[in-house]
Each structure stands twice: as structure tokens, then as C-alpha cells.
């Protein structure tokens, strides 16, 4: 316990027929931690398997769909990994890859609509203020049209005026703007448009509407009708993206886990030694897990391996691996948090584990306090349990503010529950004796 775990150093040799079978093993101990090889003059650094780039291409797709459907690979699932194999997956994952393609694209599609037709509302908009006829929209043979808005209009009436009194005027104004159209002979087009440019003219483009034969209104009310009629559509292919979320989340982060660590055995043998027809692989396993793993290495491969302790030098880095009850465990959260003893260094996870709920209760010290935090940490292990681990150690920190706070006599700092006196061992409160307390604290 205050020790880390007993560490032996082997070496495995075997020939490259049992390569896949050997990786398949130490993966499914999960003790041995392998060295990686530098390659030397006499060993080459291994190849990755051949399955290698399959499973990296299966990989990468899957993640795009986890991607795509915005599911959390992360997320805790109840299904085993025995669930899975490569071949569904790829069959699954391109079935998938293809829907979710044929969704986006149709959704780009509407969204290419709606944004289309909402710049046409916005075009129309000046048009449906002049509440001008779809007749209008028609070329006529002697009458030249203006239609737009000035943002000078001040005397452009009377200009006009000046030119030709043979003309006919729409007019509104909004927003400090003067949206009109104005109809005149052709044999005063050209002075008219002078006369308008001065006054800060922009022509809007009737022509994309002339074929429409139909008034402003009619179009405004037709693209805002295409608009929510795509937007419908829109919405049934959000649903099925949902829909097939739901149905395969699950299934597609297990199948991510199950790659992920399938994608590590191929690559493991680029941590190998190789020579022409063998593998050697350099590692660490647990004292106490040696003769099991020695023994299943060689019954799994007919008693074909080599599997050799070897010497320890002693400035050689040696992995470690905790050795603590399960009470003491959650506790090794703050050795990872912080640094890891070295294998030759006393492990201080019990003494965090004596000290670390002491200090706590102590300075907390309130019943009502240490009630309302254990309730709290008991429900947050429940939702986030990724870090029960955790929560382990505040849970335990909570029962020990009880503890304190029936020692303080305190129940969220009052010393009296509707009129009744909590009896207490010491006391925190300034008015009586600190003597006791203060020597509790020395003795912390």
C-alpha cells in the first residue's frame, strides 16, 4: 500500500506467424506496458499490420458521422463492444455517410432557396410600396419607365416638370427615401434620367420580374410561400438527422472505441523490435501478473514464444502501477493531477487519503452543511459518471463535515435547531472557551 506494485522486465521473442495472436493477448491483459524500440543497426523498428489503413479509412469516416450527427464520442454507453465487428461497421458507417451526404446536400439546397427568395422579397419591397400592376411590367412601344428610389428628392418634381408635363408618377415615401415610378414619353428619356441621376436615382431591375406577369403582391406572397414551404422540408430532414442520431449514437461510439483500440494492435508493432521472420517486444508487467501472462502468451501460441526476464539497471525508468485498497484509489486522482511517485518513492496516496477528508471535515465542520454536500455529490456521481472517482473523495469529505459538525455542535452555523441545543465535544463559536479547539487544530 505504501509501495507501488513490484515491476518485472521481460523480453518476448516469437516468430511473425504469431504476431497478430501475441498483440491480440497483451491487449486483452492490459498490464504489460511496452517499451518502444529506436531501431538499431541489428533491429529494424516492426511494420504496422496489414489491416492498418483499412481501419484508419473506417475511422475517419465514422468520426465524420459522429461529426455530422453532433454526437458526443465521450458520451457513457451500456452496450458491450461485443456488439461490434469491422465489417458491420464499414457496411453501416457507409450506408450512413451516404444518407447524411444526401441530407446536407438537400438541405444546402433549401437553404440556397430560402436565401434566394428572401432577397427577392427584399427586392420586391419598394415595388409592393408603389402597389404598381403587373401591366406596368409590360415594354411599351413610345412610354420609357423609372422605377427606384431617390435619395435627393427635394425639386426633382419640378425638374421633370421643366422637361415634360406628359408623364405619369407613382410615388411613397418611407425612411427619408422616395420609392417611385415614373412614366414618360421615350423622346424625353434621356433628359429625364439626367435629371434623376442629379437627384440621387437607383434604378431597381424589373426585368427578372417581367416574366413573371404577375404584380409585386403576387410575387412577395409566391416567395414567401416557396419560403415556408421549403422550410417544412427543411424541418423533416433535421427530424431524420435526430431520428438516425438516436437510433445510432450509441452504436457509432462504442463502434469508435471498438476501432480505436483495434487501430492501436495494428500499430502496436512499430513499438517492436523486427528481424526478418520474428518480433521482439521489450515491456514491463506486474510481479504480481507475471506467471498468469507468461503462462497464457505461451499456451496461446502453442508454447511458440520467449518469454525471458531481464536485469533492471539502476538509473532505468521503470513504469509504476498503484497498490492500494479500493478505499484508497479514488485517491490517486491528485497523483495524477499533480506527479507520480517514482518507482523507488514511497506512494503517498494513503496519507492523502488520511488527511485530505480530515482537513475538509474540519474546516467545513457543519452538519447541515455536510448533509446538503452529500446529497449533492451522492446525485452528481449518478449524472457524471466518468469522474465517480471523484466524487468518491468528496463524498467521503462530506461524511466527515458531519462528523465535525455534530463534534461543533453546528447545523448550517446555528448552534440550536427550533429552540433546542445541539450538544457539542468543542466549540468554534469566539464567545466560548477556544482553548480545545485551538489545541485540536495543533494536533491536525
Do not use: C
Not at 99 to 119: A, F, G, P, S, W
Amino acid at each position: 500500500m505504501l509501495r507501488t506494485e513490484e515491476m518485472r522486465k521481460v523480453l518476448i521473442a516469437g516468430a511473425d506467424t504469431n504476431l497478430k495472436k501475441v498483440i491480440t493477448l497483451l491487449y486483452k491483459f492490459g498490464v504489460v506496458h511496452i517499451v518502444e524500440h529506436k531501431g538499431t543497426d541489428e533491429l529494424d523498428i516492426g511494420s504496422s499490420l496489414s489491416n492498418s489503413e483499412r481501419l484508419s479509412k473506417i475511422v475517419v469516416a465514422l468520426r465524420a458521422v459522429l461529426i455530422h450527427l453532433s454526437i458526443d464520442k465521450n458520451k457513457v454507453v451500456k452496450h458491450s463492444k461485443e456488439s461490434v465487428n469491422i465489417t458491420d461497421i464499414n457496411k453501416n458507417v457507409n450506408i450512413l455517410s451516404k444518407r447524411i451526404r444526401d441530407i446536407e446536400e438537400e438541405i444546402e439546397k433549401i437553404d440556397t432557396k430560402i436565401k434566394e427568395n428572401n432577397q427577392l422579397m427584399i427586392e420586391i419591397f419598394p415595388l409592393r410600396k408603389l402597389d404598381i400592376s403587373e401591366e406596368l411590367f409590360t415594354d411599351y412601344k413610345n412610354l420609357a419607365s423609372f422605377i427606384g428610389t431617390l435619395t435627393k428628392p427635394k425639386w426633382f418634381i419640378t425638374e421633370i416638370n421643366k422637361i415634360t408635363i406628359r408623364y405619369e408618377l407613382i410615388e411613397v415615401e418611407e425612411d427619408n427615401k422616395v420609392y417611385f415610378a415614373l412614366f414618360v414619353e421615350k423622346a424625353f428619356a434621356s433628359e429625364v434620367s439626367n435629371s434623376l441621376l442629379h437627384h440621387g436615382f437607383i434604378a431597381i431591375n424589373i426585368d427578372k420580374y417581367k416574366e413573371e406577369k404577375l404584380s409585386p403582391n403576387n410575387i412577395f406572397d409566391k416567395a414567401s410561400s416557396e419560403i415556408n414551404k421549403v422550410s417544412e422540408q427543411k424541418i423533416k430532414l433535421l427530424r431524420e438527422i435526430e431520428r438516425l442520431k438516436e437510433k445510432w449514437g450509441d452504436y457509432l461510439i462504442i463502434s469508435e472505441r471498438f476501432l480505436s483500440v483495434e487501430i492501436e494492435k495494428a500499430q502496436a508493432p512499430l513499438k517492436f523490435a523486427k528481424t526478418k521472420n520474428s518480433f521482439l517486444i521489450t515491456g514491463w508487467i506486474p510481479q504480481s501478473n507475471f506467471d498468469v501472462v507468461a503462462q497464457r502468451l505461451r499456451k496461446g501460441t502453442q508454447d511458440k514464444l520467449l518469454i525471458e526476464p531481464m536485469p533492471i539497471s539502476p538509473d532505468e525508468s521503470v513504469p509504476i502501477k498503484f497498490n492500494n485498497p479500493n478505499i484508497v484509489k479514488p485517491f490517486e486522482f491528485f497523483m495524477n493531477l499533480y506527479s507520480l511517485p517514482s518507482y523507488h518513492e514511497l506512494d503517498p496516496t494513503f496519507f492523502v487519503f488520511l488527511s485530505f477528508p480530515v482537513f475538509f471535515g474540519f474546516m467545513l465542520g457543519d452538519i447541515g452543511y455536510g448533509l446538503v454536500t452529500l446529497v449533492l455529490f451522492l446525485l452528481l456521481k449518478r449524472k457524471m459518471k466518468k469522474i465517480a472517482g471523484f466524487f468518491n473523495i468528496l463524498i467521503l469529505s462530506s461524511i466527515t463535515t458531519i462528523i465535525f459538525g455534530a463534534i461543533f455542535g453546528e447545523f448550517f452555523g446555528a448552534e440550536e435547531i427550533f429552540g433546542v441545543h445541539i450538544p457539542r465535544l468543542i466549540s468554534r463559536n469566539p464567545g466560548h472557551h477556544l482553548e480545545p479547539l485551538m489545541i485540536t487544530s495543533i494536533f491536525f
